[in-house]
């Protein structure tokens, strides 16, 4: 195996380019730790593929994307399902790009058996595309197909951005797997962060085609493979992994598949809806809406659409799991179907699906977005907003109260898709360029702190910020230097914040290690077991990668500048957890029942310091010595 990880380094500005090289252990293992140096050396945007990228290790293909975040303010990861696997044909493990280019433009990337990487950075008209094929960033993928893809003996990979990366501060990367020369419906997408943002404000970059026929020495040998899996599992590898990526394609004890059809299926109380204003309901109203319109309607469309007739894909490599659940063109995920689903009023499979698809069209972080739309409704039907205000005519239906699932569904997902038009026009008051945090607390000066109160968001530094995933548990409020992913601790249980603090850096440093080797987080099941087993068989230095997973988690801790819940939401979101806790599940552990005490007495008081105990677990479990 090769031991250098080898990064091309391309100047927008200037179109130069050099490849540098840096021995894996030294210093670097992946795209994480390595892509960390050089964003705090050049403030480069980076993107690359891990050591294993190519190889027989399933789920190995994921791209990773690091730098410095426009939306969150720090370092962070974003990653892309199967975008690396056409990525190694270029024989390198990643690209940092520097520099503006000075009109907007598309970088191609090409390699061809063992010549050098061709290089070139080609203005595109960047309205006119839009303009032209109103599709976005699928738009300007076709765009940029259309013009390089022919110059390409295998199939490329394009990766695009869309309006929203000029609008807003968190645009995402779209990407999909081309087949045959034609985009398929799996998209794939780097959409945490924003960094479809800093690849077109910062470098002025609108696409990147890649892809090439050089080989290089990827791990090929199956029968090593299993040899390792025969050791741990006494099973095969391909075994091991169909079993235990199980959810992501069919589970039978649920007699449905992937994270929509799973989490769905099992939510049960735990189910956010209407703005998080479930959290204020009784568990019998939360099972009463989970019931009517999410298990009889919401998931019943989705199994008889999607999982009876198995509409279903991967995200470009080969892999068991098929986690891409499609009806049509419309990819069914968890979370962009809860966000821009019942957290924004909608119940409905064809109004999430007219909506979801208008926020990739444009190129949203899908799950931000759901939130600042979930949020304006709030506001909206609170009369905190006219609709004119915002670029509307209506209000929306924002109460289970007599709700039509179709009908007001259907209602909701026009309003928002009206939000998303006004965000990317700036029409009214929606001028999302600085971000979401820095508009609500704007807006609270001139309205009131009523405005601000109903967003739930984490805030990081000055104007950092980023909606949580969509768990309803006290770690998703975590403040660690990395929010919005699961770099912390999302199981339903009650845990001490100070322990709390501690299992969320445990969690880091796990996916740290399935980032920095390019795997996805599907196959965790195994892989956090024996990633460093492969680790050391192929370059004998499990311990030193082990050890740099730490010191990786604590070099981003470092730079940890999270700030206490600013809004009320925030804080209730914490309180009604932990009293449901004891109130639904029965548990009685003594430090639940003296902080809902505190709570009780003084939740301003009370937050502050179970903010606190979370920090400091945090803070001693990821020193670097």
């Known amino acids: 195996m090769d031991t250098h990880q080898r990064v091309l380094f391309v100047d927008a500005g200037s179109a130069f380019y050099r490849i540098e090289r840096f021995q894996v252990g030294v210093t670097f293992f992946g795209p994480v730790d390595l892509g960390l140096y050089l964003a705090g050396k050049y403030n480069s945007l980076n993107i690359g593929g891990g050591l294993l990228a190519a190889s027989v290790i399933p789920g190995a293909n994921r791209l990773i994307v690091t730098g410095f975040s426009p939306c969150w303010g720090g370092f962070y990861v974003s990653t892309m399902g199967g975008a690396a696997l056409v990525f190694d044909n270029l024989g390198l493990n990643m690209l940092s790009i520097v520099g503006r280019a000075p009109t907007p433009s598309a970088l191609y990337l090409n390699r061809c058996g063992s010549e050098h990487v061709e290089v070139e950075i080609v203005p595109v008209e960047l309205h006119g595309v839009w303009r032209a094929d109103p599709q976005g960033v699928y738009g300007m993928m076709n765009h940029i197909l259309e013009r390089f893809g022919d110059r390409y003996t295998n199939d490329p990979r394009v990766l695009a951005v869309g309006p929203a990366a000029e609008a807003t501060d968190f645009g995402a990367i779209g990407s999909a797997p081309i087949r045959q020369g034609k985009f398929t ?17 910062d470098h002025n970059i609108t696409g990147i085609i890649y892809g090439g026929t050089f080989v290089d020495e990827d791990f090929r040998d199956r029968k090593l493979a299993d040899q390792w899996f025969e050791d741990k599992y006494n099973k095969r590898l391909k075994v091991v992994d169909f079993e235990t990526t199980t959810k992501y394609r069919f589970d039978p004890n649920f007699q449905t598949g992937g994270t929509f059809g799973v989490n769905y299926a099992t939510l049960g109380g735990h189910l956010l809806f209407f703005n998080y204003r479930s959290i204020y309901a009784s568990e019998e109203e939360r099972l009463e809406v989970h019931d009517k319109f999410i298990v009889n309607h919401y998931l019943r469309q989705f199994n008889e659409e999607t999982i009876q007739p198995k509409c279903q894909s991967n995200c470009g490599e080969p892999c068991a799991a098929v986690c891409k659940k499609l009806h049509n063109e419309h990819k069914k995920d968890y979370e962009p179907y809860q966000a821009m689903g019942p957290l924004a009023g909608v119940f409905d499979q064809r109004a999430a699906e007219k909506l979801t698809r208008q926020a990739d069209t444009y190129g949203f972080d899908a799950i931000s977005v759901g939130g600042v739309l979930s949020w304006l409704m709030e506001c909206l039907d609170a009369g905190l907003f006219t609709p004119a205000e915002l670029g509307l005519t209506e209000r929306p239906a924002f ?24 965000i990317i026009e700036r029409r009214g008051l929606l001028d999302l360029r600085e971000g979401a945090r820095k508009l609500a607390r704007r807006l609270s000066r001139v309205k009131g702190r009523a405005v601000l109160d109903p967003f739930l968001y984490l805030g990081f530094g000055r104007k950092g910020w980023m909606v949580p995933n969509q768990y309803w548990t006290a770690g998703a409020m975590s403040p660690m230097g990395i929010m919005g992913k699961y770099y912390m601790y999302y199981g339903y249980e009650f845990l001490p914040p100070r322990e709390l603090g501690r299992q969320n850096a445990e969690r880091m440093k796990r996916e740290l290690m399935l980032d920095n080797t390019g795997m996805c987080r599907f196959h965790r099941g195994w892989a956090d077991g024996m990633l460093p087993q492969i680790v050391q068989s192929l370059y004998g230095m499990s311990d030193k990668y082990l050890k740099q997973a730490s010191i990786t988690a604590s070099r981003i801790n470092s730079r940890n500048s999270s700030v206490l819940w600013e809004s009320e939401r925030c804080i209730d979101y914490v309180y009604t957890f932990l009293e449901r806790k004891r109130s639904v599940d029965g548990e009685r552990h003594p430090e639940l029942e003296t902080w809902i005490k505190r709570f009780e007495s003084d939740k301003h008081e009370a937050a502050l310091a179970f903010w606190y105990e979370i920090h400091k677990g945090i803070q001693e479990s990821l020193t670097e010595f």
């Open 399 to 422: 109460s289970a109260d007599g709700f039509n699932v179709v009908a007001d569904s259907d209602h909701n997902a026009r309003i928002g898709m009206e939000l998303l038009d006004s």
């Open 185 to 201: 419906h799996a998209d794939t997408w780097a959409g945490r962060g924003g960094f479809g943002s800093k690849l077109l404000q």
